[in-house]
T-cell receptor, first 112, second 116 residues
Framework: DAGITQSPRHKVTETGTPVTLRCHQTENHRYMYWYRQDPGHGLRLIHYSYGVKDTDKGEVSDGYSVSRSKTEDFLLTLESATSSQTSVYFC???????????FGPGTRLTVT | GDSVTQMEGPVTLSEEAFLTINCTYTATGYPSLFWYVQYPGEGLQLLLKATKADDKGSNKGFEATYRKETTSFHLEKGSVQVSDSAVYFCALSDKNSGGSNYKLTFGKGTLLTVNP
């Protein structure tokens, strides 16, 4: 299994509070991704990174920001959490663009 | 834009039955195609892949063939087991329109339940 961890694994937070999710990899892969998974929608890309300090938006980036200061860490921040951001969040990595992606175990976030 | 359509679930089979999960795609270029599996409470695991037309991906008894003429990548297994119960996702990787970075486009997933 690819060395990808996510923290926290579960979180409950209140509307309006900031939340940061962390993805850590030990594979030294250049590309990292954040997805959300919701019933009926499958997986949707939030943001991705193609190198340290290099990030870009995905299809559902509104309300989210990311940062990557080290190859191994990719942070996802909800600046002011809303109930619509209740979801399961997955981090993924790939060695090269267009190659298969390997996924972390996920973070279940509930915004009350 | 790119899209992946896979058969609606849920699919319920008896152990040792034959499995087919249909997947068709729309892409502007020459995508790579993947099947992922997600067991309850876990992340997605890569099951198999194919990177060009007529390639056959295989793993753990599952197979899928990249058919460019029908834009399909159907997943098959000859004899399913209870342990195969999971959600299966078809996905493609194609050049992101307007950019140089690839992303994965997923189907919505098919829930498979295998009964003893």
């Amino acid at each position: 299994d690819a060395g990808i961890t996510q923290s926290p694994r579960h979180k409950v937070t209140e509307t309006g509070t900031p939340v940061t999710l962390r993805c850590h990899q030990t594979e030294n892969h250049r590309y990292m991704y954040w997805y959300r998974q919701d019933p009926g929608h499958g997986l949707r890309l939030i943001h991705y990174s193609y190198g340290v300090k290099d990030t870009d938006k995905g299809e559902v980036s509104d309300g989210y920001s990311v940062s990557r200061s080290k190859t191994e860490d990719f942070l996802l921040t909800l600046e002011s959490a809303t109930s619509s951001q209740t979801s399961v969040y997955f981090c993924a990595i790939s060695i090269q663009q267009g190659y298969e992606q390997y996924f972390g175990p996920g973070t279940r976030l509930t915004v009350t | 834009g790119d899209s992946v359509t896979q058969m609606e679930g849920p699919v319920t089979l008896s152990e040792e039955a034959f499995l087919t999960i249909n997947c068709t795609y729309t892409a502007t270029g020459y995508p790579s195609l993947f099947w992922y599996v997600q067991y309850p409470g876990e992340g997605l695991q890569l099951l198999l892949k194919a990177t060009k037309a007529d390639d056959k991906g295989s793993n753990k008894g599952f197979e899928a063939t990249y058919r460019k003429e029908t834009t399909s990548f159907h997943l098959e297994k000859g004899s399913v087991q209870v342990s195969d119960s999971a959600v299966y996702f078809c996905a493609l990787s194609d050049k992101n329109s307007g950019g140089s970075n690839y992303k994965l486009t997923f189907g919505k997933g098919t829930l498979l339940t295998v009964n003893p």
